[in-house]
Structures are given as C-alpha cells and as structure tokens.
C-alpha cells in the first residue's frame, strides 16, 4: 500500500532551527509537495520537489532523496507565527496527491 | 472574491437533514478536488473533477453526491450522514491533474453530524 510517516507533533523554540521529516512508500513518484496548515485554516502550499536534493525558499528550505524515499522541511530563525502544522504529500504515478497526517509544530517563546 | 471560496464555513445538520456543500475558485483552474480532514488523519480524497469530468472516485459512500456544473463550480451533496462523517471538508483546484499540479485549497466547511 501506500503511506507517508511524519512525526505527529515537534516543538521548538522561537528563533532556533527545526527539521521535519517525511519518509514514503508510493506506486510511483512525481514529485513531493509540502504545505503550512494554520488551524481552522486552509493548507497553503510551501515548497516542490522532484529531484534530489535541496530547494531554498527564504527561511524554508526542502531536502529530497529519491532513493531513500525521504523529505525534510528545514524551518530557520523561527518565528511564533510558523506554529503550525505542515502536510508532506507525494505525487504518484497517476499524479494523484498521497497525503501524510501532518506534523503539528508548537513554537515556544 | 480571490482564490478558492467555501460555503457554508460551518454546517450542524441532523443525520436526516439534506445540505450541500458549494466550493468556487476564481484561479481559471481545470480541475477540482473534495477532500475530507478527520483530527490527526491524512487528507482523503473523496473526488476529482478534470474538465468537469470526474475522473476519481475514491470509494465513498453514496451519501456523498458531487456535482460539477462548469470549471468553476464544485458541490457536494449530502444526505443521511452518519456522526462519524464529521470533519472539515476542503475543497481545491489546480490547472490540472498530471505532471506538476499544485492545489490551492479553500478554507473549508466544518460539518459536525448530530
């Protein structure tokens, strides 16, 4: 079957760094998405990747390894406003979106 | 209006009531998606529309009812829901449905089943 793991719930502290994790087992592989959720709001999407390696977006960056069948969302100089919770979802062969549970992001003062 | 649009943002309905759901997206996308959001479950795609056509539907039960009148309209139809249907019911759109094909979602309806 298919299925992406994420870690349930992450907190960090205001100003550091946090890495979240996504690792999947897919029928195929088009490219990984990951997207911010704010609670009671819509997900929005944050970043794409679908060759390995790292992709930068100001404060944001995504790691991929095809190979390994891994993701990271690499957050830096965090900020109260990033407590959220972030979506890893992997596009398979039929470019169908395969969504993990979501990792809850608790940022503390 | 911008984006992806819901209506109603909140729903209470009886588990004999019958409500509809209604999504717009003002994006000039081609298809459209309903997803269905329990606390701490993945995303589950309940239907696809490309070109007004539903190209998916992942077995859900026939008390869920989409209807896709044109490229920009999408609505789900319910009808004697049970309380385990309770959720946040997202809507999205994206230019298409292969290759690269980034969702924009609305911001969803909380339907809570009595």
Known sequence: ????????????TEGAI????CTYQ?????????YQQHAGEAP????????????????????????????YLLLKELQMKDSASYLCAVSDSNYQLIWGAGTKLIIKP | ETGVTQTPRHLVMGMT?????????HLGHNAMYWYKQSA???????????????????????RFSPECPNSSHLFLHLHTLQPEDSALYLCASSGG???YNEQFFGPGTRLTVL
């Open chain 1, 18 to 21: 946090v890495q979240i994790n």
């Open chain 1, 1 to 12: 079957g298919q299925n992406i793991d994420q870690p349930t719930e992450m907190t960090a």
């Open chain 1, 44 to 71: 929005t999407f944050l970043s794409y990747n679908v060759l390995d390696g790292l992709e930068e977006k100001g404060r944001f960056s995504s790691f991929l390894s095809r190979s390994k069948g891994y993701s």
């Open chain 2, 17 to 25: 009531n019958k409500k509809s759901l209604k999504c717009e997206q």
């Open chain 2, 40 to 62: 701490k479950k993945p995303l589950e795609l309940m239907f696809v529309y490309s070109l007004e056509e539903r190209v998916e539907n992942n077995s859900v039960p026939s």
């Open chain 1, 26 to 34: 897919t029928s195929g592989f088009n490219g990984l998405f990951w």
């Open chain 2, 97 to 99: 449905t292969g290759d």
